[in-house]
């Protein structure tokens, strides 16, 4: 299994408050992703990069913001939570732009009050 | 824009009985294809892709998939599914790893 830790696993918080989820990965991949997954959604992505401190936005970057000063770690923020944020966030990496897998990490479930 | 539709929400097999999953797309040019699944509390984990070449391509677990890019179409298969392919399985499409679209995905039940 590819080395991938995400943090925490579970949180509850209200509205208003500001969330960091953290990303972890011990295969030097360049390439990390954050997705959220919801009910009737699939899959979409907020936010990736593709190196230290080279992030672009995805499909619904809106209300997150991420950061990675290294290559290891790749942090998702959301600056002020509201209630439609509560989802699944998954983190992905993969080696190269164009190999198209991606190597998940088991989620961190969030829930907004 | 890309699309990934997967038309069957749940579906519900007898352990032993073939499987076949669906997935129709919509994609500017030619794409990178992708079939995912999802055990229950898990991330997702790579069953098998396509990009070029033969359009039958096998699997990781005894799945295989048939992609028909003329009908913008891909279709999982399985012979004889195990109560343990219980799972949600998604489709994805495109041209980067950066720039996939998933599916909604389907829900696979299995009765013994």
């Known amino acids: 299994d590819a080395g991938i830790t995400q943090s925490p696993r579970h949180k509850v918080t209200e509205t208003g408050t500001p969330v960091t989820l953290r990303c972890h990965q011990t295969?030097?991949?360049?390439?990390m992703y954050w997705y959220r997954q919801d009910p009737g959604h699939g899959l979409r992505l907020i936010h990736y990069?593709?190196?230290?401190?080279?992030?672009d936005k995805g499909e619904v970057s809106d209300g997150y913001s991420v950061s990675r000063s290294k290559t290891e770690d790749f942090l998702l923020t959301l600056e002020s939570a509201t209630s439609s944020q509560t989802s699944v966030y998954f983190c992905?990496?993969?080696?190269?732009?164009?190999?198209?897998?991606?190597?998940f990490g088991e989620g961190s479930r969030l829930t907004v009050l | 824009a890309q699309s990934v539709t997967q038309p069957d929400i749940h579906i519900t097999v007898s352990e032993g009985a073939s499987l076949e999953l669906r997935c129709n797309y919509s994609?500017?040019?030619?794409?990178?294809l992708f079939w995912y699944v999802q055990s229950p509390g898990q991330g997702l984990q790579l069953l098998l892709k396509?990009?070029?070449?033969?359009?039958l391509v096998q699997g990781i677990k005894g799945f295989e998939a048939e992609f028909k890019r003329s009908q913008s179409s891909s279709n999982l298969r399985k012979p004889s599914v195990h109560w343990s392919d219980a799972a949600e399985y998604f489709c994805?499409?495109?041209?980067?790893?950066?720039?996939?679209?998933f599916g909604t995905g389907t829900r696979l039940q299995v009765t013994l």
């Open positions: 992905a990496i993969s080696e190269g732009r164009n190999t198209g897998e991606l190597f």
């Open positions: 295969e030097n991949h360049r390439y």
């Open positions: 990069s593709y190196g230290v401190k080279d992030t």
């Open positions: 994609y500017g040019a030619t794409p990178y």
């Open positions: 396509y990009f070029s070449g033969d359009t």
């Open positions: 994805a499409v495109g041209g980067t790893a950066s720039k996939l679209t």
